[in-house]
């Protein structure tokens, strides 16, 4: 029984490789009955410290010293998360110490939660605490292909798990950035704003994802019906307007979890794709120096972006269509160079890859022929946004709002 003043934590002991060398030897052990010393370094590992033995035996050290650094060498991140070599081992250590170990295990304050596509997804605690609102909740009730599911009866994932799954990427891209090409200065903070974008840059989309802000939209501004204010309204718009929205309702203070107001700027240029305001008199206000993290969530320049990789994987799986594109291939081998023409710092990839990217617009044109544009899908599109017409026509009232002006319902910050 544990005493009261006692609470369980996770801590990973420093203990040494339990690898064995040639022969049967211990790596770091000397085959000379002499025992001889050798010297000892230490180097930090994602999980834990393993301590290297460097030998100083003249034969046979030389050979285990080196088949000791191939096995002991620090390993890659495989899609951003920490490779774990051994078990992890449990103690009792009591209240006083456990916000310390706390602070030493960033991993202790992440929510790990399981993804069909991506697998295991660590989430910081802002970006639990927005998932935590209504707004967001209602990515739950929104299918990720609207009227698609009553032709693909397994299509019936939600934009929720489409953002969080945007967001994961966005981390490991990132990721794989900061430990290919460090002297991008790719900070902790930048890749929690690039995250939180990530979440969030689908709330503005309205009943049956892009039957609302699509068809129905358009409709209503050919038949004369659309308000003023209206007109040019994107659901990037909407999902920047419910981002401010949650922001205030819910009391979320930004600075609580590292960030400062030039972060939330950055956030919303993320989700927008453009400056905030009248971008064609503007430039990016969050990251001036580093305009490539601009391409990660919302890419305005190519169109490739970790909002299509996860949508042409979910989408994909979920309608049995095929994606011939590798994303995790993509990802690892995706890099920041001057643009020829311009001297930005831009994405890019190897001539390698050439056939890799092209694939992915290809998997994006055989998904619109498979199943967007499916020609039942699309009629069923249209009878629900004659569904919609019809109710906006005969004044149709949710809280006093007619459907056509729901996005001007959203409360603004």
Request: net charge negative.
């Amino acid at each position: 029984m544990t005493s009261q003043g006692t609470i369980l934590q996770w801590v990973q002991h420093q203990r040494k490789p339990s690898t064995v060398g040639t022969k049967g030897t211990p790596l770091g052990a000397s085959k000379n009955p002499g025992g001889r010393s050798g010297s000892s370094t230490e180097y930090e590992m994602p999980t834990k410290r393993v301590k290297r033995c460097e030998q100083t035996d003249d034969t046979d050290g030389e050979a285990g010293s080196s088949q000791e650094s191939n096995m002991l060498d620090p390993p890659l991140f495989d899609l951003g998360i920490p490779c774990v070599q051994s078990i992890d081992t449990y103690t009792m250590v009591d209240d006083q110490s456990s916000s310390e170990l706390q602070s030493q295990s960033p991993l202790e304050t992440r929510k790990m939660i399981k993804d069909s596509v991506h697998g295991c997804i660590y989430l910081e605690p802002l970006c639990m605490e927005i998932i935590d609102t209504v707004h967001f909740q209602r990515l739950r009730h929104l299918k990720q292909l609207g009227a698609s599911y009553f032709v693909y009866m397994s299509a019936t994932h939600s934009r929720f798990e489409h953002s969080v799954g945007v967001a994961h990427l966005a981390e490991v891209m990132l990721t794989q950035l900061r430990l290919h090409q460090p002297w991008l200065d790719i900070t902790d903070r930048d890749i929690l704003c690039v995250k939180v974008a990530g979440l969030c840059h689908d709330l503005g989309h309205g009943p049956f994802s892009h039957v609302y802000d699509g068809i129905f939209m358009q409709q209503l501004h050919e038949r004369g019906l659309d308000y003023p204010a209206m007109r040019g309204w994107t659901h990037e718009q909407g999902s920047l307007d419910m981002l401010n929205a949650l922001l205030v309702e819910y009391r979320i203070d930004v600075t609580a979890y590292g960030l400062e107001a030039i972060d939330l700027d950055f956030i919303r240029e993320l989700i927008l794709g453009h400056p905030v305001g009248k971008h064609s008199a503007k430039l990016f206000t969050g990251r001036p120096t580093k305009p490539f993290l601009y391409e990660v969530v919302n890419n305005a320049k190519t169109g490739l972006d970790v909002d299509k990789l996860d949508y042409f994987m979910r989408d994909a799986q979920y309608t049995g269509a095929k994606a011939s594109c590798d994303t995790h291939l993509l990802l690892s081998t995706m890099r920041v160079l001057p643009d020829a023409t311009t001297g930005v710092l831009t994405m890019c990839w190897p001539d390698k890859m050439a056939e890799q990217v092209m694939k992915v617009f290809r998997t994006r044109y055989d998904l619109h022929q498979a199943v967007y544009q499916h020609k039942a899908t699309r009629a069923i599109e249209y009878m629900i946004c004659d569904i919609l017409l019809e109710a906006d026509i005969a004044d149709f009232r949710i809280r006093g709002a007619r459907i056509a002006q729901a996005p001007l319902d959203m409360v603004r910050a």
